[in-house]
């Protein structure tokens, strides 16, 4: 099989991506496989130390908020447009993929585009419950359009073939198992809370976990694992400055980053955390609990209706940014520990909507659609 992918500009894009090319290439050692990405996005970087062929083609996408220098962004992007549809063309052409698959963001747009156009069967994955423009636009015309999350198949085009497949999930993920992970941890038969606002950290997060970290401290009812992020590197000295010594505190494991997130999933009784797709589906996989705070920041506000997929079978809660205190979420931690069901009703929920088997059903469609083009 010669596969070629296109997406990028975020790891959630991304990382699907990678997991099935990573899927198909287990099935298939001999597969030749490209990614598409954009000049200058991580992809560039993320996808080469994955081990597979890189190219990249100049596009960008469009500003929506009315400034002089968006405007000139936005020519910019017109132009891209343009040459993007071009560079794409010549690379299918080169590469003479059997069949393309789009994960989303601005770049799949023009590559699933064209491949359709050259009479290539094309397949796109849309990672959340609200999807994109650009998976939105190429729905009318791909030969499956797959769904992490069937909420999203009301935002898309009406004729469109859906599939079910999920979120592809780290096999480390999945396999991790919580009393181990709680032993190498060094934990106690004391509840685990895990939170984190992603790589860079999201500052009101940090906030309001420091005042939830220095009630706790109070009682030291619960274990916390927080990771701060890169701008968060304050939130240690704040811990000191309110008299919470994380010497004197063993079940506080405050650090910048989560390098052994399966561990502490598994692990795990409650989670805080943004509404990305792939961390959301996470937890289903191992069916944890959450208090889920979508980040207002991100395009279409795709993480708010993430959460409340999970919200609206009860398979967490949410609490929004704009309505995000200290004093907010450790009601909400008080709250949902107050009753000794909640909790565990909560995981069940969450791992009823779990998909483990994503790359397998990806791989069985993308044979379906090879096998519908040949008898056309």
Same mark, same amino acid.
């Given at each position: 099989m010669r596969i070629l992918f296109a997406g990028g500009g975020t790891a959630g894009h991304i990382n699907p991506a990678l997991a099935i090319a990573g899927y198909v290439r287990e099935q298939e050692p001999d597969a030749q496989i490209l990614y598409v990405g954009a000049k200058g996005g991580m992809e560039e970087r993320l996808v080469p130390q994955a081990g597979f062929a890189f190219q990249s083609i100049v596009i960008s996408g469009f500003q929506r908020k009315v400034t002089l220098q968006n405007i000139g962004r936005n020519l910019k992007t017109v132009v891209h447009l343009f040459s993007s549809t071009a560079e794409s063309k010549k690379i299918i052409q080169k590469f003479q993929p059997d069949i393309?698959?789009?994960?989303?963001?601005?770049?799949?747009?023009?590559?699933?585009?064209?491949?359709? &156009?050259?009479?290539?069967?094309?397949?796109i994955h849309e990672q959340n419950a609200f999807p994109g423009v650009t998976? &939105?636009?190429?729905?009318?015309?791909?030969?499956?359009?797959?769904?992490?999350?069937?909420?999203?198949? &009301?935002?898309?085009?009406?004729?469109?073939?859906?599939?079910?497949?999920?979120?592809?999930?780290?096999?480390?993920?999945?396999?991790?198992?919580?009393?181990?992970?709680?032993?190498? *941890?060094?934990?106690?038969?004391?509840?685990?809370?895990?939170?984190f606002g992603g790589s860079l950290g999201a500052r009101k997060v940090n906030e309001a976990v420091l005042d939830l970290i220095t009630e706790s401290a109070k009682t030291d009812r619960f274990q916390h694992i927080h990771?701060?992020?890169?701008?968060?590197?304050?939130?240690?000295?704040? *811990?000191?400055?309110?008299?919470?010594?994380?010497a004197d505190h063993p079940n506080f494991d405050i650090r910048p980053y989560i390098d052994n997130m399966p561990e502490c999933l598994a692990a795990a009784d409650l989670?805080?955390?943004?509404?990305?797709?792939?961390?959301?589906?996470?937890?289903?996989?191992?069916?944890?609990?959450?208090?889920?705070?979508?980040?207002?920041?991100?395009?279409?506000?795709?993480?708010?209706?993430?959460?409340?997929?999970?919200?609206n079978r009860g398979a967490g809660v949410i609490l929004e940014e704009k309505d995000l205190t200290g004093a907010a979420l450790v009601q909400?931690?008080?709250?949902?520990?107050? @009753?000794?069901?909640?909790?565990?009703? *909560?995981?069940?929920?969450?791992? @009823?909507?779990?998909? *483990?088997?994503?790359?397998?059903?990806?791989?069985a469609i993308l044979q379906e659609v090879l096998k519908e083009r040949k008898m056309r």
């Open positions: 393309c698959v789009g994960t989303g963001g601005y770049v799949s747009g023009p590559v699933i585009r064209e491949a359709l &156009k050259l009479h290539i069967p094309a397949v998976n &939105k636009a190429l729905s009318k015309n791909a030969d499956r359009v797959m769904l992490a999350n069937a909420d999203a198949q &009301k935002y898309m085009a009406k004729n469109a073939r859906f599939v079910l497949t999920g979120n592809p999930v780290r096999m480390e993920v999945i396999r991790a198992d919580r009393t181990a992970a709680r032993r190498t *941890l060094h934990l106690d038969s004391r509840p685990l809370i895990l939170s990771a701060y992020g890169q701008y968060g590197g304050w939130f240690p000295q704040k *811990l000191e400055e309110r008299g919470v010594h994380l989670v805080i955390c943004r509404a990305g797709a792939i961390t959301l589906s996470e937890l289903q996989a191992k069916g944890r609990a959450a208090i889920i705070i979508p980040s207002p920041n991100v395009a279409e506000n795709h993480q708010y209706y993430n959460a409340m997929s999970m919200v909400k931690v008080r709250t949902l520990f107050e @009753k000794p069901d909640t909790i565990p009703a *909560l995981a069940v929920n969450a791992r @009823k909507m779990a998909i *483990l088997d994503t790359n397998a059903r990806i791989y």
